[in-house]
């Protein structure tokens, strides 16, 4: 099953889709590259919204794009940005990609350490799996890797954007992580259909040529095994 772990595809949320036939035409899109599967992510800044009004807003607007005939698959999750406290944070599991325990996280774009180290190890104890969003974009602010490197060996899943394969550089990013056997889910993080559209076809044909349709499956099935769908 071909699944989009990180989307802002609902309508009127965030700064993603500004209307219905926009996430439609972004369904339709991603349709139209044989996905199965989305994972409505919007953002969620616990400092900006209360998750009561978060929830509710994100059910409404996933309300407007339920379609008979709806495919893909809509799933209802978050884009969780990462904060201090969360690790404790009582509700956080209603966030969770809806019927699993696995949370898309949002971590800071500055230099990570043991704040990041031990807010993840909390979720962690708690059974909540952290999947963590764009993992090629958190790189050039880490002066010093250690935090980093210590983060991506904890039992978490490592989500890229298909974007970053069709870049040189973050390309030999996400090539180094799946050489090195790191678990690693596939996401557009689509917001709209203009500059950042639901492209998810020509990043797989790139891990296609360079690892072969075995490795092309077995993402696929790492995610729904994740989301426990068949
Ligand atoms: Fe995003």
Redesign the pocket.
Known sequence: MRIDF???LLPNLDD?SQSVEESLAMLDALHLQNVDLAVA?P?FYSSRKNLEDFLEQRDRAYGLLVRKDSAPKLLLGA?VSFFRGMGKADRITELAITGTNALLI?MPFSQWGRNEISELHQLLDRGITPIL??IERYFSFQKDLTAFNEIINLPVFLQVNTEALLARKTRRFVFKLIEHDFPVLL?T?C?NMKKRRPEIGAGRQILLRKYGAAYLEQIDALGEDLLKVK
């Open positions: 990180h989307t802002h993603g992510t953002h884009e949002e969003a764009h996401g993080d917001h």
